[in-house]
């Protein structure tokens, strides 16, 4: 197990779901970084599909690879001193496809692979803002398009599962909110940009868990209560809208979120009193784009004296430089097991409740 963080010189694929991407980082710093997003092949099917993710992971890969290599100036594999790949959570189809590309191009440069949790590299993310120049250990809330997670992350990003969602993930209400007020893909940025437009005291939404005791959340009875709310209105002609339903619908969704968090700040945070007490909240995943959700969290850490470090945005989606990032603190995989790495759909952290740089 390794404590404080390399500073190789990584390139990481990332392939989990609907984006391939691939970057190149020395310690922290981007010199390498592509994104391709697959969004718009899947927008007419209503949601990823897994079979097309895949065959499009297969057509992409090589590009942006070669694409974020030369970006990095490196002109041969054997340069770098490592290879990251993410083996999951996500698509099995779609991980094999990155997972299969790194493992050849290691065994064909003799540059040591490490596999990252994709987890991992979201909580990593928050590492990746110059200015911010956070280290472990934080608290850290992950709220993406499949989970929505309350962490503890130490000084070796061990992280400890503290909370998780009950139901759907904040991201998948997000979605299937945009859906049911009839939005395109994808949904998230969609249903917020409506929202900023309406006004969220028209058709208020309560917000689920806020009174329980530990840090879970639960989103599907908001999703239901939209639902409602769009079907009454069809019937009753009421007179609010889109724009107002989809306020009303963010803000709730955003107080489900700052409700966990409150209560993990007053337990963990900096004046908790609690051994391992910590004194800053990483937001990140592809929730922490979220206007209102970055704005709100700034302020209650500020209520706990806390600091907030939101991911960068362009890091807050699924993308291959917190891969990179993740991969530094994580020890080279010995070649016989990089041979017979294999891609997962379900994080150990949910089995473990904790999950380790190995
Ligand atoms: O982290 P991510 O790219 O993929 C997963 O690992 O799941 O997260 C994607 C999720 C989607 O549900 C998307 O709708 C949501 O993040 N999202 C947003 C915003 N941008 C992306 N949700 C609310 N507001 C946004 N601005
Ligand atoms: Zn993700």
């Known amino acids: 197990m390794t404590g404080a963080p390399h500073n190789r010189l990584v390139l990481a694929i990332e392939s989990s779901c609907d984006e391939t991407a691939a970057a190149v980082l020395r310690g922290r710093e981007v010199l390498g970084d592509v994104i391709a997003s697959q969004a718009e092949l899947h927008e007419r099917f209503g949601g990823v599909v897994p079979e097309i993710a895949s065959r499009r992971h297969l057509e992409l890969l090589d590009v942006v690879v070669r694409e974020a290599l030369d970006q990095a100036g490196i002109t041969d594999l054997t340069e770098l001193d490592a290879i990251a790949v993410t083996r999951g959570p996500g698509l099995v189809g779609a991980l094999l496809v990155g997972v299969a590309g790194a493992k050849a191009r290691s065994w064909a440069s003799g540059v040591p692979l490490i596999a990252v949790d994709h987890l991992m590299g979201h909580v990593a993310s928050a590492l990746l803002d110059p ?43 997000f979605d299937k909110g945009a859906r049911l007020l009839g939005l395109q893909m994808p949904g998230g940025p969609n249903l917020a940009a409506l929202a900023a437009t309406g006004d969220p005291g028209v058709v208020r939404f309560t917000p689920a868990m806020v009174h329980h005791e530990g840090f879970d959340t639960s989103f599907s009875g908001l999703k239901t209560a939209l639902s409602v709310a769009v079907r009454e209105r069809a019937v009753r002609g009421e007179g609010f809208s889109d724009a107002d339903l989809a306020a009303g619908y963010e803000v709730a969704i955003v107080a489900t979120l700052t409700g966990a968090v409150r209560k993990l700040l007053k337990a963990r945070g900096a004046g908790s009193g609690h051994p391992d007490a910590r004194t800053t909240l990483a937001v990140v995943g592809g929730v922490a784009a979220n206007t209102r959700l970055r704005a709100e969290m700034t302020q209650i850490s500020e209520q706990f004296g806390m600091r907030t470090v939101a991911t960068p945005l362009r890091w807050c989606g699924d993308n291959a430089a917190m891969i990179a990032a993740a991969a530094q603190f994580y020890p080279e995989q010995a070649p016989d097991i990089a041979r017979s790495l294999d891609a997962y759909a379900t994080s150990p952290l949910f089995s473990h409740r904790e999950l380790v740089p190995n």
């Open 131 to 173: 200015e911010a120049a956070l280290e472990p250990p934080f608290l850290c809330l992950l709220a993406s398009g499949g989970h929505t997670l309350v962490l503890d992350v130490d000084a070796g990003l061990r992280v400890t599962l503290l909370g998780s969602t009950r139901d759907d993930a904040a991201g998948e209400a």
